[in-house]
């Protein structure tokens, strides 16, 4: 993909449906007892893996035009569609890119009656599976993988029994592998975190009828086997693929940009909170909250940014809830009058791509600079970014926030591997081209 900058971007946008609520309504709804309504389901590839998996479980989902119907078979009604006659038989289930997929996933299959196995591609197969793998084997489950627990993962479902963890990482999807196996185990199931994770799992799962206690601080705990009522939900818009559009408009000349139904979910916004210190002419407004989850508009403008004076620190448990939008904020700190650094952000390493490296390789190919550390980087500015060549490593948040540097670059960028995008958001190039003009963004032959 080409780009040609500089740019600016105008107008309004209905994003597509949040993933993180999208793989989670997916999830709970195929072991709901009966029919669910799904209006707002992402169109990201990550979440069609999702359904590809439930649908091989033997979980009807159908396409009404105007959204999805799930039949939920139950907590344990899982009946895979290609299971031969011999019980020793596996299920054959790929994750695609999706880590989600993968770990929350194999917090329902541990405690079904059969064996699978859950795969995902070259970039999947090299993250780390031993944060979900410790937990579940505590649990009972018997999971296989390779010797230094990566996917393949293969999954002997059997009887779960509740445990009390604590979890040495902050991580949604581990909370949501603990407490969707603990679904399906014998007991009370206590799962406690270091830091506060995004909280759209324990969120839905009231939702759907599922009593999930949080009165302790950093603590929840689920009791088994509760079932789970079917319910017709709305996904909001992400607010995630939100934040390079919300970018943009922040630090480029003469851009303003109305962003419609967006989530807005307290453990999501960090992002906003992080540009708001920085200067950005942003607001939020018609605030609704459906499904217990905060929904609202998102009005954004043409902003000078400044650091504070002695530099802008981003790290400690600011970390877990900005981890996806540290790429495309290392793109907004270029455009910042004084320092950015970001630390404590080691996890960066073990993403799609190792986004450290990928960024500060990124920046450098625009004429950037960027001070490179083990758990993040460093950023001063405002500079020059200039039109080059950067390389994405297949990974769909590098090619989306180097897009927006494009639109700052002086001259044309070409994005290796454009189409990675269409992991979480398959309609961003078109709505960029939307927001700048039919002459910026240009598809290479």
Known sequence: MRIKGPARVRGSLKLPGDKSISHRIAMLASIASGLSRVTGFASSADCQATLDCIRKLGIRVEDSGSGLV????????????????????????????????????????AGQRFTSEITGDESLRRRPMARIIEPL????????????????????????????????????????????AGLLADGRTVFSEPAPSRDHTELMLREFGTPVDGS?????????????????????????????????????????????????????????????????????????????????????????????????????????????????????ATQVEGRVEVRDAKELRIKESDRIQTVAGGIRSL??????????????????????????????????????AALIAEGTTEIIDAECATVSFPEFYESLTMLTGPDTVEPVP
Do not use: W
């Open 367 to 404: 004429g950037g600079e960027i001070e490179e550390f083990e758990d993040g980087f460093a950023i001063t500015g405002p500079q020059r970014l200039t039109g080059g060549r950067v390389e994405t490593r297949g990974d769909h948040r590098i090619a989306m926030a180097f897009a927006i």
């Open 216 to 332: 302790s601080p950093g603590t929840l705990s689920i009791e088994a086997k509760h079932e789970l009522t079917p319910l017709d939900y709305q996904v909001p818009g992400d607010v995630s693929s939100a934040a390079f559009f919300i970018a943009a408009a922040s630090i480029l000349p003469d851009s303003e940009l109305m962003l419609r139904g967006v989530g807005l979910n307290p453990t999501r916004t960090a992002f906003l909170d992080v540009l708001g210190d920085l200067g950005a002419s942003l607001r939020t407004q018609n605030h609704r909250e459906p499904h217990s989850e905060l929904v609202g508009d998102i009005v954004v403008s043409s902003a000078q940014l400044r650091s504070e004076r002695r530099g802008t620190l981003l790290s400690g448990a600011t970390i877990p809830n900005i981890i996806d939008e540290i790429p495309i904020l290392a793109v907004v």
């Open 137 to 180: 084997s505590l649990m009972g489950a018997r999971i296989d993988a390779t010797e230094a627990s990566f996917a393949p993962l293969t999954i002997h479902g059997r009887k779960l029994r509740a445990i009390s963890y604590a979890s040495p990482v902050a991580s949604a999807q581990v909370k949501s592998c603990v407490l969707f």
């Open 70 to 109: 799930i039949h939920g078979e139950g907590l344990f009604g899982y009946h895979p569609t290609e299971s031969p006659e011999s019980p020793k038989a596996i299920v054959q289930l790929n994750a695609g890119n999706s880590g989600s997929t993968m770990r929350m996933l194999s917090g329902l299959l």
